[in-house]
């Protein structure tokens, strides 16, 4: 696994050019266009670091502030590795608290507002159960959870018969 963590991402920092243009290198036309469309104008710090080597598929931690789009540093992405016409599970994303996990689900849902087809759901804790796996036969490609082992059953057989753990 290749890990590269927090702000210092091993030295690309000082190497990391945090212009739209250079981003253009790495996300697809169309998710730049409806990036621009939600507002944004130029890549954070975060985003700037995290989105070459997230696109590439390579494993990091990546760490910063509340409001500086962590979000978006790893939805564009995951949703660009998205296949909107599988409606089988194709990510599963960890937040620490429920909050978090539907801030998160609201938000990828932003990000993927043009991309018809892509189905997100939330899954935590104190939800009723029967609806969420109702959501998942229904196909979802996206799941948010949380991390926190409060979402039970622990394994959800899917319709299509993969297995999904949370906690």
């Given at each position: 696994m290749n890990l590269k963590r927090g702000i210092n991402l091993g030295g690309y920092l000082s190497q990391c050019d945090y212009s739209k243009e250079h981003l253009a290198s790495f996300i697809h036309k169309e998710d730049l266009d409806r990036i621009a469309e939600m507002g944004f104008e130029q890549p954070s710090p975060i985003q700037a670091q995290s989105i070459p080597i997230a696109v590439e598929g390579k494993d990091m931690i990546g760490q910063a502030r509340t409001g500086t789009g962590k979000t978006a540093s790893f939805g564009i992405p995951m949703l660009q590795r998205i296949n909107p016409k599988d409606k089988n599970l194709q990510a599963i994303v960890l937040c620490p608290t429920r909050?978090?996990?539907?801030q998160s689900a609201n938000e990828i849902r932003k990000l993927a507002k043009f991309l018809h087809g892509i189905k997100v759901l939330p899954i935590y804790g104190g939800q009723e159960i029967s609806?969420?796996?109702?959501?998942?036969?229904?196909?979802?490609?996206i799941v948010i959870g949380t991390s926190d082992g409060s979402f039970a059953p622990s394994y959800i057989k899917t319709t299509n018969g993969r297995y999904c753990g949370f906690g």
């Open positions: 909050e978090l996990a539907i609806k969420q796996i109702r959501s998942l036969k229904g196909g979802v490609q």
